[in-house]
Nanobody, 130 residues
Framework: QVQLVESGGGLVQSGGSLRLSCVAS?????????VSWFRQVPGKEREAVSCISINDDDTYYRDSVKGRFTISTEKAKNTVYLQMNNLKPEDTAVYYC??????????????????????WGQGTQVTVSS
């Protein structure tokens, strides 16, 4: 079992930065699962933004955030971060972290079906103004 709690969302101007945090807890060992960040805009499907495999630090980024977002872990704190730089209005969404077993990240957007991810946080709103 994995419990996830996100924080760090907010309102920022275009070109600004935010860092999201996802703290994991529960009976599963941190490192046995992968953690992804998804985002969702009302009326649209939830989409994967980035993923990190905790045990080997393999990562995935969707094309639209490559070079701007960085996913990382702080294993001593069971925490996954998403550093978001040069934010754009189109990044506005509710951001969710999710966990799934095993610790593996697919390399294509088609690998990320939200229904296949078993554990979810409550979400945090990111709003980027133009």
């Amino acid at each position: 079992q994995v419990q996830l709690v996100e924080s760090g969302g907010g309102l920022v101007q275009s070109g600004g930065s935010l860092r999201l945090s996802c703290v994991a807890s529960g009976s599963a060992v941190f490192g046995e699962y992968a953690v992804s960040w998804f985002r969702q805009v009302p009326g649209k499907e939830r989409e994967a933004v980035s993923c990190i495999s905790i045990n080997d630090d393999d990562t995935y980024y969707r094309d639209s955030v490559k070079g701007r977002f960085t996913i990382s872990t702080e294993k001593a704190k069971n925490t996954v971060y998403l550093q978001m730089n040069n934010l754009k209005p189109e990044d506005t969404a509710v951001y969710y972290c999710a966990a799934d077993f095993p610790s593996y990240c697919g390399h294509y957007a088609s690998d990320y079906d939200p229904q296949e991810w078993d554990y979810w946080g409550q979400g945090t709103q990111v709003t980027v103004s133009s």
